[in-house]
């Protein structure tokens, strides 16, 4: 996945915003400017950097993974973040499935208001 198709699939999901901040991170955030964060991507000289959130099941599973690894800093916090360096455990189907899954669970962590005026349960 590059740059280019890891925003345009971003943009596909629901009520998703996009920001360049952080150094160049391609942050996408589900609920407009101050929503949830749930898909992080760096574009990198070795290929694409995407971190997502993801369940604690799933952190245990991945976070030894070749090719992926706790997300620097917000794993370091407790949080069940992953970043993939590289496809070599996760190609870029799997990829876009948990990149939902993210975009899911952070979309159930929005308030309850939110949720209700954005139809997303």
Known sequence: M???SYNRFCKSLPHS????????AHVWKVGG?????????WPEESGLLVTFKVT????????????LRPA???????????QRTSPESMDD?????????????CAGALPKAMRKELGLG
């Not at 400017?33 to 991507?41: C, D, E, N, R």
């Not at 799933?58 to 090719?67: R, S, T, V």
């Open 93 to 105: 189907a799997a990829l876009k499935d948990y990149l939902r899954e993210s975009h899911r669970l």
């Open 56 to 67: 604690p099941l799933a952190y245990d599973i991945l976070k030894d993974q070749p090719g």
């Open 33 to 41: 400017p101050k929503g949830k964060v749930f898909a992080i991507g």
């Open 2 to 4: 590059n740059l280019a």
């Open 17 to 24: 915003w996009h920001v360049v901040q952080w150094g160049g």
């Open 72 to 82: 620097p800093y917000l794993a370091s916090r407790g949080m069940t973040w992953i």
